[in-house]
């Protein structure tokens, strides 16, 4: 039974970091496109970003400075099961619900393309 479980989030000062993690069972990530997206309060669900089976990485568009800054960063260990998103210098606009995400999207960021979620872990910067 496919479940996704994620974890690291908190509350953090501005500038701070955390990195979220996402447990997979049920299958093997290596062959799943798997995706982190984020829900701030009163906002629709966004992509952050995205890692296909073979590790290339693409991140939406409005995280995709903060990804060649080392500000946002998504990895995976496929023996682990595990998805990371790696985030530092939070800012508050940071602050939402983040959700990991499986499957295989025909367009890599929509929420709607994927087949798996996990109930999500929040983050606050304050």
């Known amino acids: 039974h496919v479940q996704l479980v994620e974890s690291g989030g908190g509350s953090v000062q501005t500038g701070g970091s955390l990195r979220l993690s996402c447990a997979a069972s049920g299958f093997t990530i290596r062959n799943y496109c798997m995706a982190w997206f984020r829900q701030a309060p009163g906002k629709e669900r966004e992509g952050v970003g995205n890692?296909?089976?073979?590790?290339?990485?693409?991140?939406?568009?409005?995280v995709k400075a903060d990804s060649v800054k080392g500000r946002i960063t998504i990895s995976k260990d496929n023996a682990k099961k595990t998805l990371y998103l790696q985030m530092n210098s939070l800012k508050p606009e940071d602050t939402a619900m983040y959700y990991c995400?499986?499957?295989?999207?025909?367009?890599?960021?929509?929420?709607?393309?994927?087949?798996?979620w996990g109930q999500g872990t929040q983050v606050t910067v304050s």
């Open positions: 995400a499986a499957g295989f999207p025909l367009i890599p960021l929509v929420a709607r393309e994927y087949n798996y």
């Open positions: 890692i296909r089976g073979d590790g290339i990485v693409t991140y939406a568009d409005s």
